[in-house]
Structure formats: C-alpha cells, structure tokens
C-alpha cells in the first residue's frame, strides 16, 4: 500500500510495499524508460503533529543505450528513500519536504518514489567504465578492435600544422 490512510497512520507505521507498473501515469515524461516494475518497500510513520517520515526504499532497471558505443543496456537502479511529508504550512518553502494539504486524509509515498527515481537513474548509461566507444571517423565499434584509422589526436595536429603552413604562406 503506498497511499496511507492518516487514520492508520496515528495507530502506529505502517508498511509500505508495491510494484508501480511500468506504464503508470506516474512515470510519465521523466526521459527514460523502465525496463521493469518500480518495487517499492519500507515504512511510514507520524513523528509529530501532521508530520510523516517514510524511510523507503525501490528498485527498478532502465533501458537505454551506452553513451558512447550505443549499445542497448538495461541497467539496474536502487535508492533508500528518507522523506518527509508534513502539513506544516513551511512545508510549503521546504525543498526537503513534501507538503501535505492541511484537511489531506492521507499520505502518498508515489511522489516520493517519482523524484527519488529521477535522482536516482544515472543520466549517462555506459555498457561499462572503460568502454572505447565508436570511431569518430569510420564508425566501428572500437571494443571489437582497433579500425586503423589515425587517432583523433594526430588528425588534430595534422590540422594545426596544415593551418601554419597555410599562415606562413
Ligand atoms: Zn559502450
Ligand atoms: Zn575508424
């Protein structure tokens, strides 16, 4: 359950656990896509008058492709959640608190894992951290070997060179 009646909430914590499906609204415009369900655990409780605190934690795995070799990966994503909901008026002007309207019947820890995912989902995918990436030139896959085409840094003093030749004349 990820929508917490307060009524529960003033008898004790309460867990929260669910999957968020990959196609829920929820995730909607947040460029990436999920490769599988959110799972979501952990637990809500009052720590004081209409304030909240939710230590949770999800799980997930986004599709995307290396940054520099374009290869599709899917990788797994995880973050332990410490939020705090609070109907407090400042709640309004707390970037760290999620405010709750003052008459809410209850809290919804959703909003919580949509800005945890986003901060959580690396913004560059890599196949791997020594990953060689394309040619600039030639396009080959240069983890699959080497295409013989001069490196980039020679071109580049090619260029200069050629530049002062042409300067000089
Ligand atoms: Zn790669
Ligand atoms: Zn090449």
Not at 60 to 69: L, S, Y
Not at 73 to 79: C, F, I, K, T, Y
Not at 94 to 109: G, K, N, Q, R, S
Not at 122 to 151: F, H, I, K, M, T
Request: proline share 7%.
């Amino acid at each position: 359950m990820l929508q917490v009646d307060l009524r529960e909430l003033a008898r004790g914590p309460v867990e929260t656990t669910g999957d968020l499906a990959v196609g829920d609204p929820l995730f909607e415009g947040l460029g990436f896509v999920l490769a599988e369900p959110v799972v979501v655990g952990g637990k809500l409780q009052a720590t004081g008058e209409g304030r909240f605190y939710w230590h949770g934690s999800l799980r997930t795995a986004v599709v995307g492709e290396c940054r520099r070799c374009l290869t599709p990966l899917a990788v797994g994503v995880r973050a332990d959640v410490g939020a705090l909901f609070s109907q407090e008026p400042e709640a309004l002007d707390d970037a760290e608190a999620y405010p709750l309207a003052p008459d809410a019947v209850e809290v919804d820890v959703r909003v919580a894992v949509r800005e945890e995912l986003i901060l959580a989902v690396p913004r560059y995918l890599e196949c791997r951290v020594d990953c060689r990436g394309l040619c600039p030139r030639c396009g080959q896959d240069l983890n699959a070997g080497s295409c013989g085409c001069p490196p980039a840094t020679d071109l580049r003093w090619t260029a200069l060179a050629a530049l002062k030749d042409k300067l000089r004349d």
